[in-house]
């Protein structure tokens, strides 16, 4: 039993690993959109 509940915390931590990883991607991928696209038009 307590090595199932073991297994189940360490599952659960990759889980937050992976969704912080998906965010910090999703973060830059915008902010690169948004370098490239939106202050080229802004400064026309």
């Not at 509940?5 to 965010?23: A, D, M, Q, V, Y």
């Amino acid at each position: 039993m307590a090595k199932n509940r073991k297994s189940k915390k360490k599952k659960n931590n990759l889980k937050i690993i992976f969704t912080l990883l998906i965010l910090a991607v999703i973060i830059i991928f915008s902010y690169t959109i948004f370098n490239k696209f939106i202050i080229p038009a802004w400064e026309r």
